[in-house]
């Protein structure tokens, strides 16, 4: 079993930064892939990025690329979200989860956090 929690979402303005961290419970963690994901009012939640249990294996959807950061540290059992450059269109909840092998879609996946509210301003 593996329990998340997000934090570190917030408000800011269009060009600005975040990072979003997810903090996971379980001895297990760094066996696990992980992936970020987005939920915007009305539409559907999507994926946004995925680090394999090694951190050399990353994968961004389009919307991410060149903007946002996906890291782990398995010793702290936490992976980060570094989102730079935001758009209006950022806007969502974030969600992170935790799986066993890397996906790049939204299904399939074991374990999700409660969410966190990002809100980027025009």
């Known amino acids: 079993q593996v329990q998340l929690v997000e934090s570190g979402g917030g408000l800011v303005q269009a060009g600005g930064s975040l990072r979003l961290s997810c903090a996971a419970s379980?001895?297990?963690?760094?066996?696990?892939?992980m992936g970020w994901f987005r939920q915007a009012p009305g539409k559907e939640r999507e994926w946004v990025a995925t680090i394999g249990w090694y951190s050399t294996s990353t994968y961004y959807a389009d919307s991410a690329k060149g903007r946002f950061t996906i890291s782990r540290d398995n010793m702290k059992n936490t992976v980060y979200l570094q989102m730079n450059s935001l758009k209006p269109e950022d806007t969502a909840v974030y969600y992170c989860?935790?799986?066993?092998?890397?996906?790049?879609?939204?299904?399939?996946?074991?374990?999700w956090g409660q969410g966190t509210q990002v809100t980027v301003s025009s």
């Open positions: 379980g001895r297990t963690f760094s066996t696990y892939a």
């Open positions: 989860a935790a799986r066993l092998g890397v996906r790049t879609t939204t299904d399939g996946w074991n374990y």
